[in-house]
């Protein structure tokens, strides 16, 4: 038997059986994960905690959460921060390179044709066998025309890995979606924190004046002869432990809006004259949506995005499981030869060729399966970070809760506590008016109000804090913004026969 006869012997039974299996795509499909998830939220506000705001967990989260904090300057800054943050510009040209990189992976579904020309002049040796063709004279040799092939995707490799890319894409899309849910966050809590410093630096001035009211009142009574020195030098040592509590709090104003103007892209001090008069602390609103922990996994995207990593991952065990299949293509080729370029358009300088070819790395299966075994670990371990990630907003989540209805018990508190202090200060003065009581008594009065209106003001601040974490843990916000746009559509892709393939079973 010749060697012709055995390449035909063997090679036809191969692709024989190669093409019966065509129309079949390798490796397993991805299917969603469905972790469990609780009914509800442990922290609800009802177990004796609660403040005036009720969390209401049937209602849906409000998309565009910020908007019930009522405060129309941080929706404004919201917007612009949006629109001018350098981290959201840089996640947005991150989608734009995995819709690009896509486009290289679907490429390799469509023929490939290469244009070609040439021109070489050369002689041939005297002394060779092919001496008799060339004579020992200088040959021209003018070419040109074009090579194509074509893959045939008979196992789904190309299929597959363009699934992946659609699952990179997808993915760089959830990133950007938790960028803008931490944006959003960071504005309305540097915002709440500068309205909180504001507000306590307030306090403190108008401390600062009750104390130097007192001193007044002190040093009235003793030139009148009706104290001695030591109430004067108290309430002078009181004033001045009030006023170092300006510059700190000073300090911490200019922060916020130095961090709010680079949050919103632009200079630290852009926002400097905006933001330079005191305005309140948003307020909660009455009732706080959260929704059901099961729509916490629709919701976050952190959660999104390591689902569509696990996609990716599991798409890509295919593109390895294919490599243990031959591959077919169609390859050809059209084009003029000719030694004088003159003739090289002449039909008789035509040249083709056209015909099937085969590649299978028959001897290569150690690292072809080493390679599937590799992609089946990372699967795995995708599915381990999406786990973990699910756990990770049940806690974010279940913490902000608890924060969020302590801080709202503790305020009430507080809140009592300002009434007393106030009350108490009040009648300490009066009776140290009229000679019934002693300076230190009024002093520690003062103090004890001032800290407990200094620590009400914190708390306002906390509560409305706490309530921007919470919105974060739920991952609300992103679906306000506009996605990226979508490039221009390209050519529709050449029909495929799609079937699912697992291994080497139709």
């Given at each position: 038997?010749?060697r012709a006869?055995?390449r035909y012997s063997?090679?036809?039974p191969m692709?024989?059986?190669?093409v019966?299996?065509a ?11 469905n972790?469990p998830?609780p ?13 005036p705001?009720?969390?209401?967990a049937?209602?849906?989260v ?6 019930l904090?009522g405060d129309?300057?941080?929706?404004g800054l ?11 510009k ?6 734009r ?8 992976v ?6 490939q044709?290469?244009l070609?020309?040439n021109a070489s002049r050369?002689r ?9 063709f ?33 699952a ?9 979606r938790?960028v ?7 504005v ?12 306590r ?5 108008r401390?600062?004046?009750t104390q130097?009211?007192?001193?007044d ?5 003793l030139k009148?002869?009706?104290t001695s020195?030591l109430?004067v ?7 001045a ?5 300006v510059?700190?709090l000073?300090?911490?104003?200019q922060a916020a809006i130095?961090?709010l ?8 001090t852009v ?6 008069s ?6 909660v609103?009455p009732?706080?949506p959260?929704?059901?922990p099961?729509?916490l996994?629709r919701r ?9 990593d ?6 890509r ?8 299949y031959?591959?077919?293509s ?12 003159p003739?090289?358009p002449?039909?008789s300088?035509?040249?083709w ?10 001897l290569?299966w ?8 590799v992609q ?8 381990i ?7 990770r907003?049940?806690e974010?989540?279940e913490?902000?809760?608890t924060?969020?209805t302590?801080?709202q ?18 009648i ?5 008016r ?5 300076f230190?008594?009024?002093?520690d009065?003062?103090?004890s109000?001032?800290?407990s ?5 914190d708390?306002d601040r ?6 921007v974490a ?8 992103w679906e306000?913004f ?6 221009p559509?390209p050519?529709p892709?050449?029909?495929k026969i799609?079937?699912h ?6």
């Amino acid at each position: 038997m010749n060697r012709a006869l055995i390449r035909y012997s063997v090679g036809v039974p191969m692709i024989v059986a190669a093409v019966g299996l065509a129309g079949c795509k390798t490796g397993p499909d991805f299917v969603p994960p469905n972790p469990p998830t609780p009914g509800s939220f442990s922290h609800t506000g009802d177990e004796g905690f609660g403040g005036p705001s009720a969390i209401a967990a049937a209602k849906s989260v409000d998309a565009a959460w910020w908007r019930l904090l009522g405060d129309p300057a941080l929706d404004g800054l919201i917007n612009r921060a949006v629109a001018g943050n350098l981290d959201v510009k840089l996640a947005a040209s991150r989608v734009r390179e995995a819709r690009a990189q896509r486009g290289v992976v679907a490429a390799a579904a469509y023929p490939q044709v290469d244009l070609d020309a040439n021109a070489s002049r050369s002689r041939q040796s005297k002394n060779t066998a092919q001496s008799s063709f060339a004579g020992g004279r200088d040959v021209n040799l003018f070419q040109a025309g074009f090579d194509a092939n074509w893959e045939l995707d008979f196992f789904g490799r190309i299929a597959r890995d363009v699934e992946a890319a659609d699952a990179d894409i997808q993915s760089v899309e959830e990133d950007r979606r938790d960028v803008l849910v931490t944006l959003v966050s960071e504005v309305a809590r540097n915002y709440i924190e500068l309205r909180g410093f504001q507000q306590r630096l307030e306090i403190a001035r108008r401390n600062i004046q009750t104390q130097q009211d007192t001193l007044d009142i002190a040093s009235s009574r003793l030139k009148a002869g009706l104290t001695s020195d030591l109430d004067v030098a108290q309430a002078e040592s009181s004033l001045a432990i009030v006023k170092s509590e300006v510059p700190p709090l000073d300090r911490s104003v200019q922060a916020a809006i130095h961090r709010l103007g680079v949050l919103l892209g632009g200079q630290p001090t852009v926002l400097a004259q905006e933001l330079a008069s005191a305005a309140a602390i948003p307020g909660v609103p009455p009732e706080v949506p959260i929704g059901l922990p099961s729509e916490l996994l629709r919701r976050r995207p952190d959660i999104r995005k390591a689902e569509r990593d696990l996609a990716g991952s599991t798409a890509r065990i295919g593109v390895a499981t294919a490599e243990l299949y031959p591959r077919f293509s169609l390859t050809g080729s059209f084009g003029f030869a000719a030694d004088k370029v003159p003739t090289l358009p002449d039909a008789s300088s035509r040249f083709w060729s056209f015909g099937p070819a085969m590649k299978w790395p028959v001897l290569d299966w150690q690292r072809i399966r080493s390679n599937i075994n590799v992609q089946e670990a990372r699967t795995e371990q995708s599915l381990i970070r999406y786990e973990q990630a699910v756990l990770r907003a049940f806690e974010d989540t279940e913490n902000a809760l608890t924060a969020y209805t302590r801080e709202q018990a503790r305020r009430k508190m507080l809140a009592d506590s300002v009434s007393s202090n106030q009350r108490a200060f009040d009648i300490a003065n009066e009776l140290y008016r009229s000679g019934i009581a002693d300076f230190q008594r009024v002093l520690d009065s003062q103090r004890s109000l001032f800290t407990s209106q200094d620590s009400l003001s914190d708390s306002d601040r906390a509560v409305a804090s706490n309530l921007v974490a919470l919105y974060k843990a739920l991952g609300g916000g992103w679906e306000t913004f506009a996605p990226i746009a979508e490039p221009p559509a390209p050519a529709p892709a050449r029909p495929k026969i799609s079937s699912h393939f697992d291994g080497a079973s139709n």
